[in-house]
C-alpha cells in the first residue's frame, strides 16, 4: 500500500481518488506519520468469514434440553427432599 503525503494528496486529489475507485488503497501520511487510510467504498473491510450455521446437522439437542439436571439443580440449592 502505497503512502502519500498530504501535500501531495491535495495537489493530486483527483488523480488519487480515480486511482483509489479501481481499487488500489492509499495512506494519507503527514510528516511522515500514516493519518488515514483511503480506500474504495465498493471493496469489504478485511473481516474473519462468518461462521453461521458451521455444525449444521452435527448437534442434537435433546427434548428435555429444558429440565435437564433439574432435579440434581434442586438439591444443590437445598430446594428437592
Do not use: C, W, Y
Amino acid at each position: 500500500m502505497q503512502t502519500i503525503n498530504i501535500h501531495e494528496a491535495k495537489t493530486h486529489l483527483s488523480r488519487i481518488v480515480e486511482r483509489v475507485a479501481r481499487g488500489e488503497s492509499f495512506v494519507i501520511a503527514k510528516a511522515g506519520k500514516p493519518m488515514v487510510k483511503v480506500v474504495p467504498l465498493d471493496v469489504p473491510e478485511d473481516s474473519p468469514p462468518k461462521r453461521l450455521g458451521f455444525l449444521a446437522g452435527q448437534l442434537r439437542v435433546p427434548d428435555d434440553f429444558d429440565t435437564m439436571g433439574s432435579t440434581e439443580i434442586e438439591r444443590l440449592f437445598g430446594i428437592a427432599p
